[in-house]
Each structure stands twice: as structure tokens, then as C-alpha cells.
């Protein structure tokens, strides 16, 4: 503000980290990340590239992914499964209904998400 008037800034906002946010305000049972690819992939772009079906937060963290694709999508499923315990999931919007149950695209869960389900 200069002399009590609003002036206006560039800024950027990432959809990935702000569905994480809204998810988490929300109180979402959980948080679908759709996208083009099946699977977030490790060793991506690599012959040794396989899918990763199932991951903790903590898992996800050790490994690296570009900034400019797959990385803020995996900083916005951790965000949200560590803060709230509910699982995300990163896949195709044709395998929406599928990607909770761990049959299709990777699904981000809490190390007693299984657990947790078959009980609850």
C-alpha cells in the first residue's frame, strides 16, 4: 500500500500447492491430484523408469523430481498427507474413481492408512 491505496503485484500461484490448501480447509477425505500421466514414475525419462503405486510422505521425500512437472505435485500430496493423514493420489482423470484404492496412479498415504481402512 502507498498513501493508504492498494497497488498491485505479480505473483505466481501454484494450482498443485493451492488444491493441497483448499483440500486441507476443506476438510477433504482426500486430495486427487488428475493429471496425464498414469503413475508418478521413478527414474523418470530412464529406461530403469518403473511407477510407484503405493508411498508414504517420507518416501516421496527422499527421492528427487523436476520442479517444473512432477515436483509441486509431490510437495502438494505431502503437504496435505502429513498435515491431515487422509491419502492423495497423483493419476489420469479416466482413472479417477481407481486411484484411492491404490488400483491405478500412485496413492500418497500415512504408514497406517491400510490399517486405519480395514478397521474403520
Not at 530412464?46 to 508414504?56: F, N
Given at each position: 500500500m502507498r498513501d493508504g491505496r492498494a497497488c498491485g503485484v505479480e505473483a505466481v500461484v501454484d494450482k498443485d500447492l493451492t488444491a493441497a490448501l483448499?483440500?486441507?480447509?476443506?476438510d477433504a477425505d482426500?486430495?486427487?491430484?488428475?493429471?496425464?500421466?498414469?503413475?508418478?514414475?521413478d527414474g523418470y525419462g530412464?529406461?530403469?523408469?518403473?511407477?510407484?503405486?503405493?508411498?508414504?510422505p517420507a518416501e516421496l521425500g527422499k527421492r528427487d523430481f523436476p520442479?517444473?512437472?512432477?515436483?509441486?505435485?509431490i510437495e502438494a500430496?505431502?503437504?496435505?498427507?502429513?498435515a491431515t493423514g487422509k491419502?492423495?493420489?497423483?493419476?489420469?482423470?479416466?482413472?479417477?474413481?481407481?486411484?484411492?484404492?491404490?488400483?491405478?496412479?500412485?496413492?500418497?498415504a500415512m504408514p497406517d492408512y491400510a490399517r486405519r481402512r480395514s478397521h474403520g
Open positions: 483448499l483440500a486441507r480447509e476443506l482426500a486430495l486427487l491430484l488428475l493429471t496425464d500421466v498414469a503413475a508418478v514414475q530412464t529406461p530403469q523408469a518403473r511407477p510407484i503405486r503405493r508411498v508414504t520442479a517444473g512437472s512432477m515436483g509441486p505435485k500430496v505431502c503437504r496435505f498427507t502429513e491419502p492423495a493420489a497423483i493419476g489420469r482423470l479416466a482413472d479417477a474413481q481407481a486411484l484411492l484404492s491404490g488400483q491405478a496412479g500412485t496413492l500418497i
